[in-house]
């Protein structure tokens, strides 16, 4: 995408890291540390990597729902604009909760986009705009995509006995999720039935 106005040495400077000889990184990405949560480590251990998967998902859809609260138009423009960023704006808030999650269990959450590009199992949307059917459709893949991993982990946590986040992936992830699920379908045009 050709969008910038800054010359390719300005680019290359600015790739640059702010302190050269000194990342500051203090835990890997892929290190959880011991917590005092009277917790089996395994179990943390588990939950954190299946976190990580949820919260690039919850990234990505969130940042879908921008997208098209942006992109919207034609004659539901208006309540779909509305919609869209409500619903962002819940994704936003589970984002939250998710990453402090991983935090609270001793890992490091997934945080900028180009690691979550890496990771997120939500099909890439074009950089151009979609008709209001395809954003809708899109929309509603990446919370089956949610959903599907968000159930599974419900199974796995119930059983390990990580019950803080079997609560957040049932009370919060799958409830929000069904029920912004519920309000895109809504939207579908049918045929209707004779
Ligand atoms: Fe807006």
């Known amino acids: 995408m050709k969008t910038s106005t800054i010359t390719r040495s300005d680019r290359a400077h600015l790739k640059e890291p702010v302190t050269p000889s000194a990342t500051g990184e203090v835990q890997g990405y892929e290190h959880v540390q011991r917590t005092p949560l009277a917790m089996d480590a395994a179990a943390a251990l588990v939950s954190v990597e299946s976190l990580q998967q949820l919260l690039a998902d919850t990234i990505t859809l969130r940042d879908l729902y921008k997208k098209h609260h942006w992109q919207v138009a034609g004659p539901m423009f208006y309540m779909l604009h509305l919609l869209f960023d409500k619903h962002a704006g819940e994704q936003s808030e589970l984002v939250d909760l998710l990453a402090e999650r991983i935090q609270t269990l001793g890992g490091v959450s997934i945080a900028m986009g180009a690691d979550v590009a890496e990771v997120t199992l939500i099909p ?43 609560d957040i992936i049932v009370s919060d992830v799958i409830r929000t999720g069904e029920l912004q699920v519920w309000f895109l379908a809504q939207h579908i045009i049918t045929p209707q039935a004779d």
Do not use: C
């Open 124 to 166: 890439r949307a074009p950089a151009g705009r979609e008709n209001t059917a395809a954003q809708l459709a899109r929309l509603i893949h990446a919370h089956e995509v949610i959903l599907l991993e968000a159930r599974a982990m419900a199974r796995a946590t119930a059983s390990s006995g990580d019950v803080g986040t079997n």
